[in-house]
């Protein structure tokens, strides 16, 4: 490649959604130049050896909203992708009891019976209700946002379709759909259960990623994200990437290189390129100049403008949005090689309710009381915990009778009272505060960890540029989404910089591995004849 | 007979505003009261030897203006003046003061947070700009998306433009404060977090919410925009006003005339059972209690779809507010204001302190260290208590109905003591002085006001419980039973003193 090519786009981050979008752009014919900071692609969707023969799924450690058109409009079987549900969602519980959620809704029925028959009756009606609002919201996530201030003929015919649709649904699902976007999970929950046992784990998932509790109005909504989820078609389903969450990545990533896609490891990029106004390409941190007729970033937008652009290129206006966009991450990992599977003292031995996902969530209040310490900048001392153990559904990932434990771990502040750069200080404590809450459940887990892995919310913004820790580029507060993400009138993958484009998590229609933002911003760079 | 009497059920300030619109539409009006004295959350009593508070409730500055006209107030006694000035206090320091005169506001800033005084400035002509719009939808009937008759989709179309006139930036601002909580939108304003402790008050006041909870924000715009001139001597002047203009208007008032239940005959109401047993005949019974006492205590159990039942017994009206009541003798002062003669003062000077109080009541105990929102209505109306003594009328937030340990003699004395070392610590002076108090828990406040849950607004102001109120077919102030409305806080638009549930619900009826 000579130094004076000019490229019809760079993408700055080879994250799975800048990857994504490099897809679309070099499937449409586009020449697309991917530049990753680091020594492996993915971002936060990445899979590394981090101690011999054991294979980790750093940051994201499951998959559930990627977008299946993505896989087929990409190929990505044939690129190696492979999805393997989850069997089952595990609750072990203080007192030597456990619920289990289980894939064939006759045992969940059975297990949630146990602990409330009339819950066990309501659950699957519970489904169904949100799985019909959740394909109603699907309409949302798969298209650009809706502007409802815009004039334009065809912005307004939207908001009327989309309108039309929700007065299709039956008032009952309208005011459902109303309690959703306004309620706390906690609350929500209480109107169709009983049993706490079954309430807090299920609450939960309105909370993940969010600097918000069970009971904090709106988290409601994030409930629905479990059942947008879908694999194969299949709503509801989560499942393991085999080789851990970085094959996506790798997946997009060969798909991308098919198609003509050129990515670049080890290649930081300093800043934008700026000429009379307009981004014309990216400085290197080695010095190197890449020209392109379009900059696309996947990096969080605060850090796009603040670190590539810079402040005295920006309107102030602009500028004051960008620094009030909430980030304030809320949550760290950690990863665990262990010489056996850990074995929990109310399912003794192995078997299938440990091939899914693990809750460590005994109570609502357990979890209320672990965000009351986060919001005055403290880490949980007994935190809620994901926790996946994927070498067994995967043997790639770790040496025979050995294991991958990763432990998604909530609450831990970015903003600790002592200030973010003392969190190296209180990492190992931390860490400890993680094993020892997971060891009270399974007793023989400390003596079995082979190598540890603690990534504070510090740690994630220094090694993966997830600023302040937000593994979603930005809270995902309605003030935040759709045609205000990441910064009011500024949805639409466009900048107020000309050239410059942005495709990444901080982007409608948000975090996850979903893939969508890369995917919509390729069209609207296509669609905008900007490339 | 029967045939034009409506009868309205409960004499505060909603059932009031509703008989009289009833009233002045040509009807025969009854109204029940079960209580002694009109007013119920706003009426002045004496609670002690020559001591009256001016009503449970301290503001009535959300009364609407239009009211106040329409019902001819002001020739009834009603004098509107400005809202009173309300000191934060601080234990070394001179406080922070927000009065309704910018001025003062401005001078109290220049001292205590200088650079907030041009961005309070420009958050008042924020407000300002928004409020005619705003108020037009807090003070007319919920829109129903569901409609698309010519006048509903004129005034859907009325109400667009009027938000597009606003500009693109003022609309964008309007959809993302919202969902907001008030700690984040009034930190992007201000620096000093006594101002906005001080400002964010009236919107978490009486609900199961703290200042770092999501979609406060949307209460704090609500109240800034139905806030503005409050009735001289308090809540208790606006009943008296109240009650004068219904006389005027030929309202029969009956008090302690208590409601035993709602008569109904092939799905329409056809009157009353008073507890005393007589049965009074109406075709329209307007409802001020809270909806759970009207439809789940007053109609005959089986009357309602099961369905909607659930739903009323998931409304969430759990009180969160305690009262206390002071016989003070000589006058009180704040430390931090030596010689000035203070009326309202709220303590709490930072947004973790106040969210603290929250976090309490989550875990149904009181915060140990209560914040308490204070008012002195002696001061300036001395014939409040005797000659050259004090009144002094705290209400306590974050105090759960459903407290753990439940309640007690023992645990309201403990709430007493509690709020009198709260107090001590900006009125060193007043324990000392108290002769007498009176402590009300929100479960005594539960049972003296017939207030199902004990929750002061008749339920929480959830965006769910505002935006269908209190259920999704009973947001228009009609139930399924023909000629039964509701018309009480715990209605469209819900709580606050602000008289709009009582007569919107009055205009329902016709």
């Known amino acids: 490649m000579s130094a004076s090519q000019v490229w019809d786009a760079v993408v700055v981050g080879g994250g ?88 064939d809704p006759h045992e969940t029925r059975r297990e949630i019976a146990r602990f409330s028959p ?14 019909r609002i959740g394909f109603f919201a699907k309409d949302i996530i798969d298209q650009p946002a809706p502007d409802p201030t815009s004039l334009d003929p065809r912005e307004l015919a939207r908001l009327l379709r989309l309108g039309g649709r929700f007065r299709e649904l039956d008032p009952d699902l309208q005011h459902l759909n109303l309690q959703l976007l306004t309620m706390s999970a906690a609350d929500f929950l209480d109107l169709w259960f009983e049993s706490p046992v079954l309430k807090a784990p299920m609450s939960v998932s309105g909370i993940i990623g969010t600097f918000l509790g069970v009971r904090s109005a709106g988290t409601a909504y994030v409930l629905l994200h479990h059942y947008m989820g879908e694999i194969d078609g299949a709503f509801r389903s989560w499942g393991f990437s085999k080789g851990g969450t970085g094959g996506v990545s790798r997946a997009v990533a060969s798909a991308a290189r098919a198609f003509g896609a050129t990515i670049r490891t080890e290649a930081a990029v300093e800043r934008v390129l700026l000429e009379g106004g307009r981004a014309t390409g990216v400085v290197l941190e080695n010095g190197d100049e890449i020209r392109a007729k379009v900059v696309v970033s996947g990096m969080e937008p605060r850090r796009t403008f603040l670190s590539l652009v810079g402040e005295e290129n920006l309107d102030p206006e602009f500028v004051t949005k960008l620094k009030r966009y909430k980030l304030r991450g809320s949550s760290g990992k950690v990863n665990l090689a262990v010489d056996r599977l850990p074995e929990f003292t109310c399912r003794p031995g192995g078997g299938a309710h440990l091939r899914g996902d693990i ?29 996946v153990i994927p070498s067994i559904v995967d043997p790639s990932v ?24 003392r969190w190296p200080e209180r990492r190992e404590a931390f860490g400890d505060a993680v094993v020892d809450t997971l060891a009270e459940y399974c007793p023989g887990l400390k003596e079995s960890i082979l190598y540890r892995q603690v990534l504070s919310p510090w740690d994630l913004e220094q090694e993966f540029g997830l600023t302040e820790g937000n593994i979603f580029h930005g809270e995902l507060s309605p003030e935040q989404l759709m045609f205000q993400r990441p910064v ?44 | 007979m029967s045939g034009d009497r409506a009868i309205v059920l409960g004499g505060g300030v909603n059932g009031l505003v509703a008989a009289i619109r009833l009233a002045r539409g040509g009807r025969k009006v009854v109204l029940f009261e079960a209580r002694d004295v009109l007013g ?62 910018a001025e003062r506001t401005a001078e109290e800033l220049a001292a205590h947070s200088p650079e907030d005084v041009a961005r309070y400035r420009e958050y008042r002509a924020f407000l300002d700009r928004i409020a005619p719009i705003a108020r037009r939808l807090l003070s007319s009937p919920l829109p129903d998306p569901a409609r698309t008759d010519l006048g509903s989709l004129a005034r859907l179309a009325k109400d667009g433009l009027a938000v597009r006139r606003l500009g693109r930036d003022t609309m964008f601002e309007l959809l993302r404060l919202g969902p907001m909580c008030v700690a984040d939108w009034l930190k992007e304003w201000f620096r000093s977090e006594r101002l906005g402790c001080l400002l964010a008050g009236p919107a978490l006041d009486f609900g199961f919410a703290g200042p770092w909870s999501p979609a406060t924000n949307a209460l704090l715009v609500r109240h800034e925009i139905l806030s503005g001139l409050a009735p001289r001597g308090g809540p208790a002047a606006l009943v008296r006003a109240l009650e004068a203009s219904a006389r005027a208007a030929g309202v029969e008032i009956r008090t302690g005339a208590s409601v035993a239940g709602i008569l109904t005959a092939a799905g329409a109401v056809r009157g009353v059972r008073l507890a005393s047993g007589e049965e009074e005949p109406a075709s329209v019974v307007l409802s001020t209690l809270d909806p759970k006492t ?63 109080q929250f976090d309490s009541a989550k875990y149904r105990q009181i915060s140990p260290r209560p914040i308490l929102d204070v008012s002195v209505p002696s001061v300036g109306s001395p014939e409040l208590a005797p000659e050259g003594d004090s009144v002094v009328s705290v209400l306590v937030h974050w105090v759960p109905r459903d407290r753990a340990d439940g309640w007690s003699d023992g645990a309201r004395d403990q709430l007493g003591n509690l709020v009198l070392a709260a107090l001590a610590e900006h009125l060193p002076e007043l324990p000392a002085a108290v002769q007498e108090i009176e402590v009300l828990t929100p479960a005594d406040l539960e049972t003296r006001f017939g207030l199902a849950g004990g929750h002061l607004l008749q339920g929480e102001h959830g965006l769910d419980q505002l935006a269908a109120r209190p259920t999704p077919e009973l947001a228009r102030h009609v139930c399924p039973i023909r000629g039964l409305f509701l018309g009480g806080d715990g209605a469209w638009p819900g709580g606050g003193l602000t008289g709009w549930p009582g007569a919107l619900a009055a205009s329902a009826v016709s």
């Open chain 1, 359 to 387: 809750a460590i969530a005994p109570s609502v209040d357990y979890l209320e009381r672990a965000y009351d310490q986060a919001k005055y900048g403290d880490f949980s001392e007994r935190p809620y915990l994901n926790v």
């Open chain 1, 398 to 421: 770790a040496p025979p009778g050995q294991h991958v434990v990763s432990c998604f771990v909530q609450y831990a502040p970015y903003w600790i009272k002592e200030g973010p750069e």
């Open chain 1, 16 to 103: 799975h959604n800048g990857l994504v979008c490099a897809a679309y752009l070099a499937k449409a014919g586009r020449k697309v130049l991917v530049l990753e900071r680091r020594h492996v692609l993915g971002g936060a969707a990445v899979s590394e050896e981090l101690h011999p023969g054991f294979t980790f799924s750093v940051c994201s450690y499951v998959v559930s909203l990627f977008r299946p058109h993505i896989i087929r409009e990409l190929d990505l079987a044939r690129h190696g992708l492979e999805l393997i549900p989850l069997e089952a969602s595990f609750l072990p519980l203080p007192d030597g009891d456990s619920l289990c959620r289980w894939s």
């Open chain 2, 294 to 356: 009207t439809l789940l205590t007053l109609l005959p159990t089986g009357t309602l779809d099961p369905a909607l039942v659930h739903r009323l017994e998931a409304y969430r009206s759990n009180g969160m507010t305690a009262k206390v009541h002071l016989a003070v003798a000589g006058s009180v002062e704040f430390a931090s204001r030596p010689g000035e003669r203070i009326r309202r003062a709220r303590t709490g000077g930072s947004f973790d302190a106040v969210e603290r």
């Open chain 1, 118 to 131: 009339r819950d066990a009756e309501t659950y699957p009606e519970f489904g169904m209700a949100m799985s």
């Open chain 2, 40 to 101: 119920g959350l706003a009426a002045g009593e004496e609670f002690a030897p020559g001591f009256r508070h001016t009503g449970i409730l301290h503001d009535a500055s959300c009364f609407a203006p239009e009211l106040a006209e329409e019902l001819g107030l002001a020739s009834h006694g009603l004098a509107l003046g400005p809202r009173d000035d309300i000191l934060s206090p601080e234990a070394a320091g001179r406080g922070l003061v927000l009065s309704a005169d």
């Open chain 1, 488 to 531: 009011s009138g500024w949805s639409r993958y466009k900048t107020p910089v000309n050239g410059l484009w942005m495709c990444a998590s901080g982007t409608h229609p948000g975090g996850g591995v979903m893939g969508a933002p890369g995917e919509l911003a390729a069209k609207r760079l296509l669609a905008e004849r900007a490339v």
